[in-house]
């Protein structure tokens, strides 16, 4: 039997891995929506109740939910979170990682 690993260490950003196009956006895209569907569910919210706060439509919510938020900029992500009564900080600094690539992260 062989020892050989069967699997191959990924990066921290599994759209680049899979070649998605500007992975590092639909990265940032993803953990916002993550971020937005937590708080709904936290708040009990239905997708009607969220799309009235959004401004936009219930089935658009349900794509956005779904990972079909493409026709969403990052910019409106972050103004859905601050329709969720959040406060969004943007912080700029000097890159010290010396092992990875500068990024942007959402926490």
């Not at 936290?42 to 956005?64: C, I, T, Y």
């Not at 859905?80 to 912080?91: G, K, M, R, S, T």
């Amino acid at each position: 039997m062989s020892n050989k690993k069967r699997y191959e260490t990924g990066s921290r950003n599994v759209f680049k891995d899979i070649g998605v196009p500007n992975s590092e956006e639909h990265l940032v895209k993803a953990q916002l929506v993550f971020k937005i569907d937590t708080i709904l569910k936290a708040r009990g919210l239905k997708q009607v109740e969220a799309a009235g706060l959004f401004g936009v439509r219930q089935p658009d919510v349900s794509k956005m939910l779904r990972g079909e938020f493409r026709q969403f900029s990052v910019e409106r992500l972050l103004r859905f979170l601050v329709a969720l009564d959040q406060d969004v900080e943007i912080v700029v600094k000097p890159h010290r990682d010396r092992n990875h690539a500068p990024a942007l992260q959402v926490f």
